[in-house]
C-alpha cells in the first residue's frame, strides 16, 4: 500500500503558485519522497526528490518538514501544462530498487 | 538521447490469448520496472529487473512474467488473457536499481476483447 495520503484534486491560477501537500508520517529514516507527474495518457514524469533537506531543480522545489512527516511541492509559476496528476512516492533506499508504490495522487487543475 | 520505447503502442487481443510488450530502457540504464495502470486500481508495480535478474515482484498472478536480456531490453509476457488485463502497460528506466530518477516510455494500450 502507498505510505503517502494527497488531496484529490486542486485548482491554481494560471502564474500562481501551486503547493501540492503530501502527508508521510509514517516515513522511515532511509526513506526518500519522491513526486512524479502524470499528464493524461502519458507515462510519469519524475519532478523531483529529497531525504530531508529543500530541494530545488528547473521545475519545482520540494518543502519536507523537519520531522518528515510530511512535504510540499511547489511549482513557482503554474502554467496550463502543469494540468496533470501528481504523485508523492515515498521510497525505500538503495536497498528498495527501482519498485516506486503509488497512491491515488492529487489531480492538479491550472485555469487560465 | 533516446528515451524509454516501448513497442507496440496499442494492442487488441482476444481472451484466452498471450501477449508480449516490448521495452527498451534509456542507453546505460540497467534497471527496468514494469507497471500496469487502470482507472479502478491506479498504478501498480509488477516487477523489476537489474541486470537480467528479477529484484522486486508486485502482487500479480504467475501469468505474467518478464524477462531482461544482456542489453537490458526487457519483455513481459502476459498468458490466457482476461478482461481485466485490459489496462495501459508501462516500463521505467533507471541508471542503477539504486535511488536514482526512474524515466518512464508512453506505455502499450492493451485491449483485452
Known amino acids: 500500500d502507498a505510505k503517502t495520503t494527497q488531496p484529490p484534486s486542486m485548482d491554481c491560477a494560471e502564474g500562481r503558485a501551486a503547493n501540492l501537500p503530501c502527508n508521510h508520517s509514517t516515513i522511515s529514516g532511509n526513506e526518500y519522497v519522491y513526486w512524479y507527474r502524470q499528464i493524461h495518457s502519458q507515462g510519469p514524469q519524475y519532478i523531483i526528490h529529497g531525504l530531508k533537506n529543500n530541494e530545488t531543480n528547473e521545475m519545482a522545489s520540494l518543502i519536507i518538514t523537519e520531522d518528515r512527516k510530511s512535504s510540499t511541492l511547489i511549482l513557482p509559476h503554474a502554467t496550463l501544462r502543469d494540468t496533470a496528476v501528481y504523485y508523492c512516492i515515498v521510497r525505500v533506499g538503495p536497498e528498495g530498487g527501482g519498485k516506486l508504490i503509488f497512491g491515488q495522487g492529487t489531480e492538479l487543475s491550472v485555469k487560465p | 538521447k533516446a528515451g524509454v520505447t516501448q513497442t507496440p503502442r496499442y494492442l487488441i487481443k482476444t481472451r484466452g490469448q498471450q501477449v508480449t510488450l516490448s521495452c527498451s530502457p534509456i542507453?546505460?540504464?540497467?534497471?527496468v520496472s514494469w507497471y500496469q495502470q487502470t482507472p479502478g486500481q491506479g498504478l501498480q508495480f509488477l516487477f523489476e529487473y537489474f541486470s537480467e535478474t528479477q529484484r522486486n515482484k508486485g502482487n500479480f498472478p504467475g501469468r505474467f512474467s518478464g524477462r531482461q536480456f544482456s542489453n537490458s531490453r526487457s519483455e513481459m509476457n502476459v498468458s490466457t488473457l482476461e478482461l481485466g488485463d485490459s489496462a495501459l502497460y508501462l516500463c521505467?528506466?533507471?541508471?542503477?536499481?539504486?535511488?536514482?530518477?526512474?524515466?518512464f516510455g508512453q506505455g502499450t494500450r492493451l485491449t483485452v476483447v
Open positions: 521505467a528506466s533507471s541508471l542503477s536499481a539504486l535511488n536514482t530518477e526512474a524515466f
Open positions: 542507453s546505460g540504464h540497467r534497471s
